[in-house]
T-cell receptor
Framework: SAVISQKPSRDICQRGTSLTIQCQVDSQVTMMFWYRQQPGQSLTLIATANQGSEATYESGFVIDKFPISRPNLTFSTLTVSNMSPEDSSIYLCSVASDTFYEQYFGPGTRLTVT | KQEVTQIPAALSVPEGENLVLNCSFTDSAIYNLQWFRQDPGKGLTSLLLIQSSQREQTSGRLNASLDKSSGRSTLYIAASQPGDSATYLC????????????FGPGTRLSVLP
């Protein structure tokens, strides 16, 4: 299994600003994912961030709004840009094991945009 | 497009009952299926992973089964306890859709003491 930490755990931000969320894993992993969970909803995949390549975004998510960095095999960041109240969600980082593709999740970042 | 549904959406049971949570998916060409629990405001905790070639997996009081041909998985919880109260989500990794994980909407379980 993998132990994943995220910073910050929560934040309250003003409309129009940006927030960068950090994800740190205790072991090297190839596959890393960023999800959004809006209030009362299930998880929606934002993008897949594999080291050494550009992030792959899902339909409805664009790089200008959610730029992602993956500088090495244990770390990634997700930035939520030009925020609006609709961006208020829990943002979750996850990794998948290379062998069986079992997913492990971080504790999440609860974002409130006012 | 792979779609995942979970029934029931919410469930309330007295402590000690055995219960079954259901997960259905539309595309049977899956790589694996994973069950998670999520406590309010928290991240997801992995419970069980079933590979496409497996029929079931067990961990303690939890047993998950997989029937690929019918597009169904069940999570069986024996002798439920108040600490089992959480939202339970299933996620499917599919060959045909970029090998991404698709999540169901979850079942919110309350176990009453």
């Amino acid at each position: 299994s993998a132990v994943i930490s995220q910073k910050p755990s929560r934040d309250i931000c003003q409309r129009g600003t940006s927030l960068t969320i950090q994800c740190q894993v205790d072991s090297q992993v190839t596959m890393m994912f960023w999800y959004r969970q809006q209030p009362g909803q299930s998880l929606t995949l934002i993008a897949t961030a594999n080291q050494g390549s550009e992030a792959t975004y899902e339909s409805g998510f664009v790089i200008d709004k959610f730029p992602i960095s993956r500088p090495n095999l244990t770390f990634s960041t997700l930035t939520v840009s030009n925020m609006s109240p609709e961006d208020s969600s829990i943002y979750l980082c996850s990794v998948a094991s290379d062998t069986f593709y079992e997913q492990y999740f971080g504790p999440g970042t609860r974002l409130t945009v006012t | 497009k792979q779609e995942v549904t979970q029934i029931p959406a919410a469930l309330s049971v007295p402590e000690g009952e055995n219960l079954v949570l259901n997960c259905s998916f539309t595309d049977s060409a899956i790589y694996n299926l994973q069950w998670f629990r999520q406590d309010p405001g928290k991240g997801l905790t992995s419970l069980l992973l079933i590979q496409s070639s497996q029929r079931e997996q067990t961990s303690g009081r939890l047993n998950a089964s997989l029937d690929k041909s019918s597009g169904r998985s069940t999570l069986y919880i024996a002798a439920s306890q108040p600490g089992d109260s959480a939202t339970y989500l299933c996620a499917v990794r599919t060959h045909n859709y970029g090998q991404n994980f698709v999540f169901g909407p979850g079942t919110r379980l309350s176990v009453l003491p």
